[in-house]
């Protein structure tokens, strides 16, 4: 007989214990600060006040050499391509001299890289090229992971525009969860 209120009072135990382990989890999901890693938050890519504004990092850089590519899952198509790029001018936040970006690409037939398909403005980072490019350091694939880019055939004219796209005001964001 004394099994059973050793029984009850276990499980009564081990039910308040995982109820408490899944509401200090809920509660700490529910607190992720901006240095969360389970939610990505792209800026509107649509708009370069909405890029300037929500992007962690902004720059002017020269894409120096590509370095790699890893294909993230096999049934989804795409991976990432690696490339060597160096900071000519840091427009939002600060950045080294030089950067191992990651950026999002699809594959052609022939094995090329192609960023077509997307909605938005986003450049292949091509070695020799200089690019405006948005980004957010930190994750798995080198320094940083690029989120938006733009050929930059003027440099100094990309660097002004930028600099006034910083300045503007942005349109209200609507993405949940940012």
């Known amino acids: 007989m004394n099994r059973i209120p050793l029984l009850a009072s ?58 790699g590519y890893l294909e993230e899952e096999t049934d989804i198509p795409g991976g990432v391509r690696t490339v060597r790029a160096r900071v000519d001018t ?17 594959r052609t037939r022939d094995g090329a890289y192609t960023t077509a398909g997307a909605e938005t403005r986003y450049d292949l980072l091509q070695p020799g090229g200089q690019y405006v490019i948005g980004f957010y350091t930190g994750g798995s ?26 300045t503007a005001n942005p349109p209200a964001t609507t993405t949940d969860g940012c």
């Open 141 to 166: 694939y080198g320094d940083a992971f690029v989120l938006y880019s733009e050929t930059a055939p003027d440099p100094a004219t990309a660097v002004r525009q930028w600099r006034g796209h910083l």
């Open 10 to 67: 276990t499980g009564a135990a081990v039910l308040v214990l995982a109820g408490a382990g899944w509401g200090g989890y809920t509660w700490w999901q529910g607190d992720a600060g901006p240095d969360s890693t389970h939610v990505l938050c792209a800026p509107d890519l649509s708009r370069p006040e909405s890029v300037a504004a929500q992007s962690e990092h902004l720059a002017l850089v020269t894409v120096t050499r590509a370095t």
């Open 90 to 106: 840091a427009l939002k936040g600060t950045s080294p001299a030089e950067l191992e970006l990651g950026q999002s690409v699809g």
